[in-house]
Nanobody, 126 residues
Framework: QVQLVESGGGLVQAGGSLRVSCAAT????????MGWFRQAPGKEREFVAT????????DYADSVKGRFLISRDNAKNTVYLQMNSLKPEDTVVYYC???????????????????WGQGTQVTVSS
């Protein structure tokens, strides 16, 4: 079983940038497809971005395309979410998720992931 630990959240002004990280405790991290999701209070968790095992495939929610960039470093067992041009509506808790993958693809559905981090708060001030 893998444990995922997010870090890097915080307070940033609108238009600014922030990078959140998710470190995995397992050496087999490179066999996991990884994703980022977010959840606002009182709302359902929504998909943000996903990256395949080899980084060959990525996908983004329409709301963040062109602003957010997902990447991973398998040597460091870490996945990143670089967030640019942040908006106040990006103020939510961000969660990373992981799932062992037999193929080098991406997963956008929340229910496809078994392993989740504890979340990190990102607050964008206007």
């Amino acid at each position: 079983q893998v444990q995922l630990v997010e870090s890097g959240g915080g307070l940033v002004q609108a238009g600014g940038s922030l990078r959140v990280s998710c470190a995995a405790t397992r050496r087999t991290f490179s066999s996991y497809v990884m994703g980022w999701f977010r959840q606002a209070p009182g709302k359902e968790r929504e998909f943000v971005a996903t990256i395949s095992r080899s980084s060959s495939s990525v996908d983004y929610a329409d709301s963040v395309k062109g602003r957010f960039l997902i990447s991973r470093d398998n040597a460091k067992n870490t996945v990143y979410l670089q967030m640019n041009s942040l908006k106040p509506e990006d103020t939510v808790v961000y969660y990373c998720a992981g799932e062992p993958a037999a193929i080098d693809g991406v997963l956008t559905r929340e229910g496809a992931y078994r392993y989740w981090g504890q979340g990190t708060q990102v607050t964008v001030s206007s």
